[in-house]
């Protein structure tokens, strides 16, 4: 009997966490998606697409490149075959990264000083406008992430 409440209880509290969990960017409606108002687990400000797209294309001060300048267009020709595409990437695997960056948690010679200056708004926004483009990534089985 006690192995069945426990059963019960552990269930109940499964779908309790189901129903309560945070605001998460899947439970966003893709109206909001495509305005780029996402939430972050890296705990950023709603990242804007306009803006992302506008700083995408701006010549950072450290290496007087843009992201476009070696990630392709919208992300998605990178310069060399070692640097990722970033359109359609996650959201958050952007935030996080750029935010490693910046901190000095990931390191790379180009990256580390192109993101130091980056405020949490401009990480948000550049993630909110690579996240938002159609992309070309492909998870393990060849299925086109979207």
């Known amino acids: 009997m006690t192995n069945k409440i426990l059963a019960i209880a552990l269930l109940a509290s499964i779908a309790l966490a189901g129903c309560s969990g945070g605001d998460t960017p899947a439970e966003h409606s893709a109206a909001d998606r495509a305005e780029g108002h ?13 803006a992302g797209e506008k700083l995408a294309q701006t010549k ?3 290496t007087g490149q843009s992201c476009v300048d070696c990630h ?16 359609g990437q996650y959201y958050d695997y952007i935030a996080h990264s750029l935010q490693a960056y ?3 948690d990931r390191d790379h010679p180009l990256m580390s000083s ?3 200056e ?17 992309g ?4 393990l089985h060849g299925m086109h992430h979207d």
């Not at 401009?122 to 159609?134: E, P, V």
Request: proline share 5%; aromatic share 6%.
């Open 38 to 50: 996402t939430s972050s687990s890296a705990g950023l400000p709603a990242g804007h697409i306009a």
């Open 60 to 62: 950072g001060k450290a």
């Open 72 to 87: 392709g267009a919208e992300g998605n020709a990178p310069i060399d075959e070692t640097y990722p595409k970033l359109a």
């Open 102 to 104: 910046r901190d000095g």
């Open 114 to 116: 192109q993101a130091k």
């Open 118 to 134: 980056l405020t949490d708004q401009q990480i948000a926004d550049l993630a909110a406008y690579f996240g938002s483009r159609k």
């Open 136 to 139: 070309s990534l492909q998870d």
